[in-house]
């Protein structure tokens, strides 16, 4: 059994990301930037007014002051006006700013009079215009090779003008459940079997991450279905196997991977729930074997499939764990064990209290955190002590 920075250190080391490819930046939510991008267009892209109101030389305003308006000048091509001192230009929010003019008189601060207006207040340079470059300028940068491609960060590729980015790769992945008293949803129960409901979850959880879920597929525990099952799905990044990866009569999954020439890097790993964890490599496909409990799915998912997945997908380094936050603990904790334990909790208004039964089976208890406390073999924490947790939702 190794350990669970052991584990994560070697599936980080075994597996690549995946060759980049260019995509539309309307597919490229959750992905990550393959290189740096830069900026091509300014933000703003030319000085313009802030508001609706009067384009003026800020000298030529006092209160009481009257100015000729000599034109208007809404948001859209420039109608290349110039302002001098006792004129204004009519401008609407978004308007290029007119030649000559260094301030936007409000709208609300002036009183109309015919081709006039009477200015009722001083004006400050600057005021009311958005300077060309004054949030981006031309050439920064705008993101970095593997940072995570947000929806801010899709309107402002948007904004450069750009149609497609070059992004890391897609990860195809399969699910195969195994296990002879599990029953698809929908089937009627038999006294002893219980629904299949792990495939659903890791779906779902592939899906948060951005792998695209090819096949998911149920395999009674037997030779035969497991090993047609692996067969068929070999062709996609990452097989991933839930339930039969212990060590009872009915799990099959270690000697059906061995049998179909399977490199096994990792079995068990130190970390509660999910000892019975496997990775290995059958050709270029990466398999997981996770444990059969849903909770043990759910913890070494996120503890070693989804670092994986990103890196595959082209995520840095810094994108790979989990986002984590302070938090005050509400109760007592103690880990009588030898081996990491992730307890799940709720984490509200910066406290985190524990929920549910902390057993691998409590799905419930699962559907109600939306965290994880890791406390280290032994480890105890006192009530109120501000703890570092991972947040899981
Ligand atoms: P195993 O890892 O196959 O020994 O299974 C451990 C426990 O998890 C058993 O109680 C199984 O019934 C349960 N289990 C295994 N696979 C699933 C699944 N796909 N959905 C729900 N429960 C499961
Ligand atoms: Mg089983």
Redesign the pocket.
Known sequence: MISEEEARAKILEMVRPLPARSSSILHVLDCFAAEDYFARVPLPNFDNSAMDGYAVVANSCAPGKRLRVIGEQPAGLDRQLRVASAEAVRVFTGAPLPAGADAVVMQEDVVRDGTEIIVNLDVDVGEFVRKRGCDLGEGQKILAAGERIRPAVLALLASQGFVDVPVGGEVNAAVI???D??VNPGEPLQPGQ??????TLLRALLQTCGAHVRSAQHCRDDQDCLTEALKRNVIHHVVII?????V?E??LVQSVLRSLGAKIDIWRVAIKPGK?FLFGQIGDCVVFGL????VSAYVTFLQFVRPAILKMMGASKSELELPKTLARLTVDLRNEGGRPHYIRGRLENGEFTPVGRQES?ALFGLSQSNALLRLAAGESRKRNAIVDVEISD
Not at 291 to 294: A, L, Q, R
């Open positions: 459940s195994t296990g008293e599990l219980i629904y299949e409901s792990n495939s839930t339930g039969g990866v212990s009872g009915h799990d019975p444990p059969g409990n849903p089976h």
